[in-house]
């Protein structure tokens, strides 16, 4: 498995992305090569999300809620669970933009789609972190999670 097949559910498929250029073959190559750029760098594309899910739940429940008067309220949370999306998709697109320059059309809203799913793996991440935290790990914060 490719690491972009992760993303097939939002961004398609390499075919689907190369389709649109099908009458043009050098059009063609080049969306083949734009897709691969990405597959190369598709490890640390996966990295982000898991990376920015733990680490900003870990900011949250760790140096966050250590601080006098910011626990105990479940916006809180919430608000870290939309800094951990936002992030993410920055943090992606601009990972992207930088791996593959996107020169074709459509590329960019390819960008934009893996971005978009990658801050949704993300904010599942900060998610499981939580539930994970809340019920077996200390915190001061409050245990929306805890079952």
């Known amino acids: ?20 250029f099908y009458k043009n073959d050098t059009l063609n190559d080049k969306a083949k090569e734009f897709w691969q750029q990405l597959e190369g760098s598709g490890f640390i ?3 982000i999300f898991v990376v920015l899910g733990i680490l900003l739940a870990w900011c949250y429940y760790g140096p966050y809620n250590e601080k006098p008067g910011r626990h105990y309220k479940p916006h809180n949370w ?20 930088i791996v593959a320059t996107p020169k074709l059309d459509g590329a960019f809203m390819l960008e934009v789609k893996i971005a978009l799913g990658n801050a949704i793996y993300a904010t ?3 998610f499981i ?12 914060a409050y245990r929306l999670l805890k079952f």
Request: aromatic residues 22%.
């Open 1 to 20: 498995m490719k690491n972009l097949d992760f993303y097939k559910w939002i961004a398609g498929s390499a075919n689907d992305f190369a389709k649109q």
């Open 45 to 47: 594309i996966l990295a």
């Open 124 to 126: 599942l991440v900060y």
């Open 129 to 140: 972190t939580s539930f994970v935290w809340c019920n077996w790990l200390p915190t001061n």
């Open 78 to 97: 919430l608000i870290f669970m939309l800094i951990t999306f936002v992030t993410s998709f920055a943090t992606t697109l601009v990972f992207e933009y």
